[in-house]
T-cell receptor, first 115, second 116 residues
Framework: DAGVIQSPRHEVTEMGQEVTLRCKPI?????LFWYRQTMMRGLELLIY????????DSGMPEDRFSAKMPNASFSTLKIQPSEPRDSAVYFC?????????????FGPGTRLTVL | KQEVTQIPAALSVPEGENLVLNCSFT??????LQWFRQDPGKGLTSLLL?????REQTSGRLNASLDKSSGRSTLYIAASQPGDSATYLC???????????????FGKGTTLSVSS
């Protein structure tokens, strides 16, 4: 089992540039989550999908952020235009969503630095 | 709104000590509570998951308890080792009336340092 795969692992970009983060969930999992981790706010949910459909995007900071899940094995999180305050570690997680016993499995994260 | 708090924020102990990490949450309407470990620059590893109907879970030297009515959980680490040094995160999965699938709400973690 390869686990949750995220790419890139590190991204350094300049303010105003578009950034795309990618995630491949564990095969067979039908829930996918995007979280952001900062020193100030800790780990916070951005958005999650169930069966490729966005269920809760209340954590998406603003219109500069968008997320898609075109199929069960791939999701993207896009920031356009990026700003220095977007610098954080972005985690993707997946779960089988079989009910209350679910465990979420986290990817290694993408460390984003916006200069 | 559900809030999760972890105390202390940081803890330093000598090798061999038993220790307790604390987690509190404001809303008892949860499916479960999980404890995660995060090593510097790494992702999260699930340590223990306690269902809302359970009181505790054990794995090796780790024991997690849950008192849902008081909104508290503890993670007990026995005979600590330098390899236990990491950040420990507590997270609850809140119940929603409309659907079963919900995301986790995390505390900010306790950073543990075990010296040899």
């Amino acid at each position: 089992d390869a686990g949750v795969i995220q790419s890139p692992r590190h991204e350094v970009t300049e303010m105003g540039q578009e950034v795309t983060l990618r995630c491949k969930p564990i095969s067979g999992h039908n829930s996918l989550f995007w979280y952001r981790q900062t020193m100030m706010r800790g780990l916070e949910l951005l958005i999650y999908f169930n069966n490729n459909v966005p269920i809760d995007d209340s954590g998406m900071p603003e219109d500069r952020f968008s997320a898609k899940m075109p199929n069960a094995s791939f999701s993207t999180l896009k920031i356009q235009p990026s700003e220095p305050r977007d610098s954080a570690v972005y985690f993707c997680a997946s779960s089988a969503n079989r009910g209350s016993t679910d465990t979420q499995y986290f990817g290694p994260g993408t460390r984003l630095t916006v200069l | 709104k559900q809030e999760v708090t972890q105390i202390p924020a940081a803890l330093s102990v000598p090798e061999g000590e038993n220790l307790v990490l604390n987690c509190s949450f404001t809303d008892s309407a949860i499916y479960n509570l999980q404890w995660f470990r995060q090593d510097p620059g790494k992702g999260l590893t699930s340590l223990l998951l306690i269902q809302s109907s359970q009181r505790e879970q054990t794995s090796g030297r780790l024991n997690a308890s849950l008192d849902k009515s008081s909104g508290r959980s503890t993670l007990y680490i026995a005979a600590s080792q330098p390899g236990d040094s990491a950040t420990y995160l507590c997270a609850v999965r809140p119940k929603r009336k409309d659907q079963a699938g919900t995301a986790l709400i995390f505390g900010k973690g306790t950073t543990l340092s075990v010296s040899s």
